[in-house]
């Protein structure tokens, strides 16, 4: 669907361009914008391979293994339908401490990897169990504390403090994240609350 969204807007803009007369500024515009593309790629591409890095100084330091082992006692107690000792449970703590650290690429597949998972442990195959649901709440709250590509396109863009948002994302994305699980709870009381008077209908 979104590939043929992108499809009409650009056959809209070049055709209103041919209309107006502007093509040639379309033409100007593809390739300044392609050799951008292709300079940003690398900046982020050099500063990607550095946070890289120092995420792996972290990991074979242990201090991943302490996050880690420090969530599991809260996600425990957040999806308390999830054994502790079950394979989702590590696969949600390792896609929360990516996305934690600001390496979204290597959260992705964690998070596939969490959510079938959960669904083995979902009585009702062709709906989403709660479990699964605060899992996507939480996942797209998006707790960060080192936005690493947001810091890298500030870097790109010539900012001269590139980390100085730090504490204005800590604050937002911890608020967000729990403001995501009170309305998650808020709605699944109202569900419960729903069902409670239909079965007493």
Known sequence: MLNYLWLAMILLGVVWAVVTG???????????SAEEGVQLSIVLLGILCLWSGVMKIAQKSGLIRSLTNFSKVLFAKLFHDVPENHSALGAMVLTFSANFLGLGNAATP???????????????????????????????????????NVIALREAAG??????????????????????????YLFLLMEKRRDYALWHL
């Open 22 to 32: 502007r093509l040639g500024d379309v033409t100007k515009a593809v390739i300044s």
């Open 110 to 148: 964690l998070a596939i990897k969490a959510m079938e998972e959960l669904h083995k442990l979902n009585n009702r195959r062709d709906t989403a169990s709660d479990a699964m649901v605060l899992f996507i709440v939480i996942n797209a709250s998006c707790l960060q504390f080192i936005p690493t």
């Open 159 to 184: 900012s001269a403090n590139a980390v100085a948002i730090l504490p204005h994302v800590w604050i937002s994305s911890f608020i967000s994240t729990i403001i995501a699980i009170i309305f998650y």
